[in-house]
């Protein structure tokens, strides 16, 4: 992966509307909410009720689902070593743009390389990139999951699976950590919403 755009004679443009204007219009700053762990150990429903309480808070949010990208954005990818370090490089830059934006973007994506979840926090202003951890057991997940991936990786049936034919790299120092096996949604979501605060990035 290259470092440098391949196209020529192009520089970077600043729009006439900066953070600070963006953030007293909205009332909150922009920020990536990055949310990295195994199939099924909940990443999405987790983001999906951050999502629902920031916007009862007023507060501008969306979350970029793993699925959900792949249907557009990443539609010709596929889960390759590779293709993986590109989804999540793309999904890097959305959250870049987003966060310029003013938005508080939330992401559910496996991202099983720890190199390049930091490549992603690179590109988000420093204190503007929350990693969070959804370290469930994995036993727990394959015992939730209702699409079967799990055992359908464990047959040979899917090739790359993050957790049993491919690697995760878990986070070394997130700062949020949630298992979501024995614990209730709202007190996750609970937790989540006291990063941000406790950060002056959301009210």
């Known amino acids: 992966m290259k470092d440098e755009p391949v196209s020529a004679n192009i520089v970077r443009v600043d729009g006439a509307v900066d953070a600070e204007a963006r953030a007293k219009q909205f009332g909150h700053r922009g920020a990536t909410l990055w949310f990295t762990g195994l199939s099924g150990s909940g990443k999405s429903t987790l983001a999906f009720a951050v999502e629902r309480a920031l916007h009862e808070r007023g507060v501008a949010a969306y979350v970029l689902d793993g699925d959900n990208v792949r249907f557009g954005l990443n ?120 990063a941000l605060t406790d950060r002056s990035l959301i009210p």
Do not use: H, M, W
Request: proline share 6%.
């Open 75 to 194: 539609r010709d990818l596929g889960f390759s070593p590779a293709d993986r370090v590109e989804n999540v490089r793309r999904i890097g830059e959305v959250c870049r743009l987003f966060t310029d934006a003013g938005l508080l973007t939330l992401t559910a994506f496996i991202s099983p390389y720890r190199s390049d979840r930091d490549a992603a926090r690179k590109l988000v202003p420093v204190g503007q990139f929350i990693e969070v951890f959804v370290d469930t057991p994995i036993e727990v997940c394959e015992a939730r999951d209702v699409k079967g991936l799990y055992a359908k990786a464990r047959s040979g049936e899917i090739a790359e699976f993050s957790g049993i034919s491919a690697p995760y790299e878990a986070p070394v120092s997130p700062e949020l950590r949630i298992d979501t096996a024995d614990r209730d949604l709202d007190e996750c979501v609970a937790e989540a919403i006291a």
